[in-house]
Each structure stands twice: as C-alpha cells, then as structure tokens.
C-alpha cells in the first residue's frame, strides 16, 4: 500500500470520527437554537397579553407586575431546560481521544486481517505448496484484472496478464489477452507477443492446431528473423498444414542456435526427413565452440521408503529449478524416464527455455523432484514430490532432494 492510499484512509477515519463524536465538541443543534425562539416569542406575546389588559381597564398596574414576573421566571425555567436537553457542555479532550482510538483501532483490525490472511497462506503452503502457489497466482491475476478494467489501453499489463494465462493453462483468456496486447501496439509490434498469441492459440484447440496461427509467427518473424520460437511454432504450423519445405526452411535456421535438448533432439529426427520431402540436400551441422554451462547445480534425488508403494512402472521424473522470487517459469529441467532411484540429475545454464531466464540469472531457487504418470509438466493427483531450497552458494556441492509426499 502507498503512502497516498495511507493518508486517504487516515483522512476517512479521523472524518467519521470527527462525524460520531460530534456532540462532544460541537454547539447546540438548529432544534435547540429553535425551541429558544419559541421559548422568546411566547414570553413577548404573553407580556404583550398582560399590557393590552392594563390598557383595556380589565387588569389595574398592581395585578399586571406579578403576571409579567411570572412570564419571566417561566422564560428563565425554560431556557434552562432546554440547555439540559440539547446543549450539552463541549468536551473536546474527550472527543480528541475518541477518535484516537478510532484510528488506533481500525489500524488494528486492518493489521489483524492481513496477518490472519498471510497466517491462512502460510498454513496453506505448508500443508499444500501447489494450492498456495496458485492461490498466490490467482490473486495476481485478480489484480491484475481489476487494473487493466481501469486502464484498458496498457499493453505491457495485457501481455503480463497473458503470460499468467498461460502459467494457469488457460490458454483461451491468454490468447484474447496477447492479442489485445499486439492490437494496442500496432505501431511498434513486439515480435514476442506476436509468438505468444499465436501459441496460446493453437494450445486453446482441442487438436493444438496451430494452422490459423501461421501469419502471426511469420509476421514476428519478418521483426525478428532469428527469434527462435517463432522459428519453432512457424515450422511446426508448416509441418502440421503439409508444408514441408517451409517447415525445413525455418527449423533449418533454428537448428545451429543454442536450444534445450528436447527441441535440438526433434530437430535432428525431423530435418532429414523434411529435406527429402522438400527436395534439398541437408547441410551438415555448422560446428562452433561449445555451449557454456555456466551455473551447474547437481541434484542427489532419493524416494523415501514410506513411498515406495505408491511408484507406478512407467513413471517420468521431472527434475526442474524454479527461482524462489521470481517468475513460476522453470529454469532448467531434466526429464527422465522409467528412472530407477537413488540417481544425480544434473542442471545447468544450457538448460534455459529462454536465454534470460537461466540459473545464473537467480541467487536463490527452489528445485523440486517429481514422479509423475502424466506425459506433460502437470502435476497430477497421486504424483509423488519432494521440494529443497537451494542457492548460488550450493551450486558447487550436490543437493539431496527426498521425494517424501505424494500430491493429492
């Protein structure tokens, strides 16, 4: 919270304040200030009674004094009265700590309600890490939905909102987003948000079509020639519309940059077959100096005996580091399948999705083991997981990682 939304808040509180404690401090009411003139206009009109008596001859000069007496005295009884009832003495030390403790204590309530939220995420985190971290996720996104309904000409928060999106698989609402994102900068395109729509629009098909996604990818291409997804993505809509000799074209163009081993290992079983399709003679690998690893952290990944049970033959172990503040995006990640456990995974820098997006990037990282069933990175229910902060400090010791909970 800003100091401006602090001061407004403060602002609110000491009016309402100022507003209940009113008859402490402030002067007699419009009824009060009423009831006196009535009490004035009776006395004047009862007196001028008494005096058109005396001039009339029915009321002689000794009767007529004690009647204006009494008048009077019933004037002074009265005023009196009405002091009592509306007038009450101002007492403004008394509304000063009034609203004091007003201010005191909704700043109390407000600091109790956050800290029984963070106390709630907290347990939450320790009982179910994944439902606290889409919590958080969601609560992002809410936010960041709200903003955007009052400032709907931002791109930039378009793009962020459609990056979470995709973080949340909702690949539909991540798909509008992007494009609401491409459609406000028209006038300076940003190749990535051109290759982001288009993806999250194929992923949003039932068939992962990306076919009508085609004129996006090339569109960020003609920016950005050399931009490896959307090399990736246009040869894989070539490829799925039949056209072979676009698809070599691009992935030969993608194939000598530095790419994760998953994406190098398509490369090299669908390039031969693409260049015989399109008529062309595949070019050996240009050879450069060996990628870097950089940041190299080793992972010692054991199951804990209590779950021995609960492994399914066929299972994929996921090993992958996220940064521990900073995009849910993993950093690296190795994939094995049918492993047989205790082994040492290794990830390094060579491993990144993005080059920016890397171990090195991040001093600290939270690395997590898990067993899955599943063909995707999804957890699912009755995987098996086990999670270890680690930092830079750690990179150069093994890391022992116990997968010892099995997610619901």
């Known amino acids: 919270m800003n100091v401006t939304s602090v001061l407004l808040m403060a602002l609110l509180a000491l009016a309402a304040g100022a507003w209940l404690t009113r008859p402490l401090w402030s002067k007699a009411t419009a009824a009060t200030v009423r009831r006196r003139r009535a009490n004035v206009v009776a006395y004047e009109t009862r007196v001028a009674e008494i005096d058109a008596d005396l001039a009339a001859g029915t009321l002689d000069a000794e009767s007529a004094q004690p009647l204006r007496d009494e008048a009077a005295a019933r004037l002074l009884h009265d005023a009196g009265e009405t002091a009592e009832a509306g007038e009450a003495p101002r007492r403004p030390l008394a509304a000063l700590l009034a609203v004091l403790v007003l201010l005191v204590g909704a700043g109390l309530a407000y600091a ?42 931002d791109a930039q928060g378009w793009a962020m909102l459609g990056r979470s ?75 799925q519309a039949g056209d072979a000799a676009t698809a070599y074209r691009h992935w030969l163009a993608l194939r000598d940059q530095e790419l994760p081993e998953d994406v190098s290992a398509v490369l090299e079983q669908q390039l031969p077959q693409l260049a015989q399709k399109a008529g062309q003679t595949l070019p050996p690998k240009k050879a450069g100096p060996p990628a870097a690893a950089g940041l190299r952290l080793t992972v010692n990944v054991r199951l804990a005996d209590a779950l021995r049970a609960q492994l399914k033959p066929g299972m994929t172990l996921l090993v992958f580091a996220k940064a521990e503040d900073g995009p849910p995006m993993p950093l690296a990640v190795q994939r094995i399948a049918s492993p047989t456990l205790p082994l040492t995974v290794t990830l390094d820098d060579s491993m990144a999705m993005l080059p920016a997006m890397k171990l090195s990037s991040f001093g600290r990282w939270v690395v997590t083991a898990r067993l899955t069933s599943g063909a995707g990175a999804e957890a699912l229910s009755g995987d098996l997981e086990g999670r270890h902060p680690a930092s830079r400090a750690e990179a150069g010791t093994p890391v022992d990682l116990l997968i010892d909970r099995q997610l619901p």
Not at 117 to 144: C, H, N, S, V, Y
Not at 215 to 221: D, I, S, T
């Open 165 to 239: 999106y995709v973080v949340t698989q909702r690949y539909a609402e991540a798909a509008k987003a992007y494009a609401r994102a491409n459609a406000l900068s028209v006038e300076q395109p940003q190749a990535d948000w051109l290759v982001a729509a288009g993806a999250a629009q194929g992923l949003a098909s039932p068939e992962r079509d990306l076919r009508p996604s085609r004129a996006l990818f090339e569109q960020a291409l003609q920016l950005d020639p050399g931009h490896a997804e959307a090399l990736w993505y246009a040869g894989l809509a070539a490829l």
């Open 112 to 153: 109790v309600a956050g800290n029984w939220q963070t106390r709630a995420l907290i347990d939450l985190a320790q009982r179910d890490p994944q439902a606290a971290e889409r919590q958080m996720i969601d609560g992002m996104i809410a936010r960041l939905e709200t903003r955007l309904k009052a400032q709907p000409d």
